[in-house]
């Protein structure tokens, strides 16, 4: 047990730890991930490309152009790949809940300041995940940037149904696969709220769109989805991972 909670050597580049510390992972590479570059990004969903064709004139994605993301804008602080994917992999399938705290410290260096929000509301989990991991890894950081920013969190929405695993499904059909998987909280007005959903990793968008659209379907105005990393189609196939 004393070595859970005090390990000797980091947990991603094994060099041991100076100090004691409830983080298994040394100050360099808590410090490592930096925030995502791409020339060409589509100016709604931030999805970044290797070139300026698949945008149109405004800077949009088809995606966007066809109205398809049911949310109004995304933000992300890196890409989902080195460091930043073993700290997100050490948070949330080892459980190592003392990383919520400095990878907040990254999310909310791509929260967008110039925007106002009336409440944060972490992506649900479904029940039984939340109860097999024992916590939601989005509310644990929805929860510091709330605290940050002096916005209240808001549990508007609960997922209704444990969706089957996105892995090997087109971006079409992981629509089909998540349409429906959310519903509204009931007892909560969101009746022309602003909403910041936060969430640790984005891969198509497919999910943060049905949850958006819930949102707006119980009243919201403005949906804005922050996520601390994104999977980059430019390193190659999406690599998929369990919510
Ligand atoms: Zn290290
Ligand atoms: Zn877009």
Redesign the pocket.
């Known amino acids: 047990m004393f070595e859970l909670v005090f390990p000797d050597d980091c947990r991603i580049c094994g060099q041991p730890l100076k100090g004691v510390s409830r983080v298994p992972v040394c100050a360099a590479c808590l410090a490592a991930p930096g925030p995502l570059e791409a020339e060409h990004?589509?100016?709604?969903?931030?999805?970044p490309f290797m070139n300026e064709f698949p945008?149109d004139g405004e800077g949009?994605?088809?995606?966007?152009?066809s109205g398809m993301?049911g949310f109004d804008a995304?933000y992300t602080f890196g890409a989902y790949e080195g460091t930043l994917r073993e700290l997100i992999h050490l948070f949330k399938y080892k459980r190592i809940r003392t990383l919520a705290k400095p990878l907040a410290g990254h999310l909310l260096s791509a929260y967008p300041r110039e925007q106002r929000f009336d409440a944060v509301v972490p992506m649900p989990l479904h029940w039984f995940r939340r109860w097999q991991r024992g916590f939601n890894q989005a509310g644990l950081l929805a929860r510091l940037v709330s605290r940050r920013c002096g916005i209240p969190v808001v549990q508007a929405v609960r997922r209704t149904r444990a969706t089957p695993p996105q892995a090997g499904l087109t971006s079409a059909r992981r629509r089909t696969n998540v349409r429906g998987a959310f519903s509204p909280a009931r007892a909560v007005s969101l009746r022309g709220m602003r909403l910041l959903l936060v969430d640790d990793v984005m891969t198509t968008?497919a999910t943060a769109s049905a949850c958006a659209r819930a949102l707006k379907d119980a009243g919201a105005s403005y949906v804005a989805v922050l996520t601390l990393a994104r999977a980059d189609r430019r390193f190659g196939a999406y690599k998929e991972q369990p919510a």
């Open positions: 990004f589509c100016v709604s969903c931030r999805t945008l949009r994605c088809a995606l966007c152009r993301q995304a968008g």
